[in-house]
């Protein structure tokens, strides 16, 4: 039974760089396969309706994506947890960490700016983790560069095999529809709405004169580019694109709805089914009978008339059966799941039964951290939930001490979910706080004044380096934090960590010590440490 759940699952993560349409193509994802009847409007903030991924305030009011949102359908069959990511670098952390939860990758990339940075950066981590990727150029309707030119630089940029399975006619003003060339059809393009039109045109055949007909402008140019590309292009290899050595590109555009449903049959018809997965004692496979699971993200006030607090947990193996005890492996406490729930992005259901591959959320009071892993009992611990060291730090004070325990409250539940990072310097006094981006800072002055009631006051700290600090024999590291207890502080989970004003403040006390390790990356609550340096 658990098996035969566990091949109807897909599930993916939606990367990009900022602007390149990633929310607006989740919208149109749910839309075609029935989750939504009407999608929200991306752009125009100003209206009543927006994006159904961006939940938070401050996403609505500005028009970004600043947390992961969660979203579970069911199309051809299939369950497919869809996980939408924020494309701001910024807040890079929160994506790595929904990259650890994913079997595969939807990357989206604008025509008009080919690979951008951030785009990179993320494809990065699905190489490292060789999480197989589809790729699709988005805004065809503008003015953009040549698919070919494209084409070339995805092959160049991300060193992999482009194996195109559709192909626009046109561009800009003169877009008319995607060509399949799997198929051999193309699907006529009508500028799209937010609602969901199934009157769309088919012409087979490339050479139908039908296309050269009513396409004339675009017809021959595109013969020639298809001939070009059906003699050019690799064969597409299943178990290369699984292995991230090819990537099946696609063309559209996700405002006008178009190549989206060929992106959606493309999710289910390749993209793989839940694997096993490594924890520290043995490999996990998904058909296991026993439950087990890693809570990869923590969101608190999802909900803020009731300060409620979830985990999202991706269940690698058994199944999931509402009410059950599951066992806390950091600290062997059992957790009832009376109130586990499934997600469209804000909207939570109350779930009775999941398999590997879904996400489900726990609420909780604090009672669950990133990174930790819930089994029926037996002693797992799953790894790879990065924590970088933040390479920004500003204070933090409150205009009004009658809030302080307010302030408290709120960044110990900001540093929980990852969404900054808060330490408690050695020897007392103001808090700090330590972010990869500016960005992550304003918004978390933003949720401190509305979903905490606290006015925060942030400034820049001395501070410019951090390295999480561990040693084989505990004297010795006791012995390092107290000469060095001015620059020593502790993070959400009590970890040490040496903060550093410049360079070579660090440089210094890595070779003064040499029984101390320092660390750029931590793992989890377990403190699992990977040393990135070099």
Same mark, same amino acid.
């Given at each position: ?7 109807? @699952? ?12 990633k929310t607006t193509l989740t919208e149109k994802l749910l839309l075609f396969a029935g989750a939504i009847h009407i999608a929200g409007s991306v752009k125009a903030r100003k209206a009543s309706r927006h994006a159904t991924s961006d939940w938070m305030e401050i996403e609505k009011q500005r028009g970004i994506s600043? =947390? ?68 699709? &150029? ?21 060193d992999m095999a482009a194996v195109p399975f559709t192909w626009p006619m046109g561009m800009g003003r003169g877009f008319n529809g995607v060509f399949d060339l799997r198929r051999d059809s193309m699907r006529v393009f009508r500028p799209g709405s937010d609602r969901l039109d199934n009157e769309d045109e088919i ?29 050019a292009s690799p064969e597409f290899s299943h178990a290369a694109f699984l292995a991230g050595q090819q990537t099946p590109i696609f063309f559209g555009s996700a405002i006008n709805n178009f190549g989206v449903r060929e992106v959606l049959e493309a999710l289910v018809d390749l993209a793989p089914p839940p694997g ?33 607090? $979830? ?35 804000? @909207? ?27 089994? %029926?009992?037996?002693? +797992? ?9 933040? %390479? ?19 960044? =110990? ?10 330490? @408690? ?7 700090? +706080? ?7 800072? %304003? ?32 004297? %010795?590291?006791?012995?390092? $934090? ?10 959400? &989970? ?9 360079? =070579? ?30």
């Amino acid at each position: 039974m658990v098996g035969q759940e566990v091949a109807r @699952r897909r599930t993916f993560a939606i990367i990009s760089h900022p602007d390149a349409g990633k929310t607006t193509l989740t919208e149109k994802l749910l839309l075609f396969a029935g989750a939504i009847h009407i999608a929200g409007s991306v752009k125009a903030r100003k209206a009543s309706r927006h994006a159904t991924s961006d939940w938070m305030e401050i996403e609505k009011q500005r028009g970004i994506s600043v =947390a992961s949102s969660v979203m579970q359908m069911e199309y051809r069959d299939c369950v497919i947890n869809l996980l939408d990511t924020p494309g701001h670098q910024d807040f890079s952390e929160d994506t790595y960490r929904v990259l650890t939860a994913v079997d595969a990758a939807l990357m989206v990339i604008d025509a008009a700016n080919g690979v951008e940075a951030q785009t990179l950066r993320l494809l990065n981590v699905c190489r490292s983790r060789n999480t197989p990727i589809i790729t699709f &150029v988005n805004k065809m309707d503008r003015e953009v560069r040549d698919p070919l030119d494209l084409i070339d630089e995805i092959e160049r940029t991300l060193d992999m095999a482009a194996v195109p399975f559709t192909w626009p006619m046109g561009m800009g003003r003169g877009f008319n529809g995607v060509f399949d060339l799997r198929r051999d059809s193309m699907r006529v393009f009508r500028p799209g709405s937010d609602r969901l039109d199934n009157e769309d045109e088919i012409i087979e055949g490339l050479n139908n004169p039908a296309i050269a007909e009513r396409f004339a402008d675009n017809a021959a140019k595109v013969q020639q580019e298809v001939e070009l590309i059906r003699g050019a292009s690799p064969e597409f290899s299943h178990a290369a694109f699984l292995a991230g050595q090819q990537t099946p590109i696609f063309f559209g555009s996700a405002i006008n709805n178009f190549g989206v449903r060929e992106v959606l049959e493309a999710l289910v018809d390749l993209a793989p089914p839940p694997g096993s997965r490594n924890a520290l004692q043995r490999r996990v496979q998904p058909a296991e009978s026993k439950f087990s699971g890693v809570v990869f993200k923590i969101q608190a006030n999802m909900n803020p008339a009731h300060r409620d607090r $979830i985990a999202f947990v991706r269940i690698c193996s058994g199944r999931f059966e509402r009410g059950m005890n599951l066992r806390i492996v950091r600290n062997d406490k059992d957790i009832r799941t009376n109130g586990v729930v499934s997600f469209l992005s804000q @909207r939570r259901d109350l779930l009775d039964i999941a398999y590997p591959g879904d996400i489900i959320g726990i609420p909780n009071h604090g009672t669950l951290q990133l990174g930790d892993t819930l089994t %029926e009992g037996e002693r +797992l611990q799953f790894t790879g939930l990065p924590f970088f060291a933040p %390479e920004l730090f500003q204070t933090v004070e409150i205009a009004d001490p009658m809030r302080s325990k307010q302030l408290k409250l709120g960044l =110990a539940q900001l540093g929980e979910e990852g969404a900054i990072q808060v330490f @408690r310097p050695h020897w007392g006094g103001t808090l700090l +706080l330590g972010a990869v981006g500016t960005l992550q800072f %304003e918004v978390v002055a933003h949720r401190l004044k509305h979903e905490y009631g606290v006015d925060a006051r942030l400034a820049p700290a001395k501070y410019q380096l951090a390295r999480w600090v561990t040693a084989d024999d505990p004297r %010795e590291l006791k012995r390092f $934090i107290d000469t060095n207890a001015h620059r020593i502080a502790y993070d959400v &989970v009590d970890a040490p960590t040496f903060l550093a004003s410049y360079g =070579a403040e660090l440089s210094v006390a890595e070779e003064s010590w040499k029984s101390i390790r320092f660390h750029r990356m931590r793992e989890h609550a377990g403190l699992v440490f990977e040393t990135l340096d070099g």
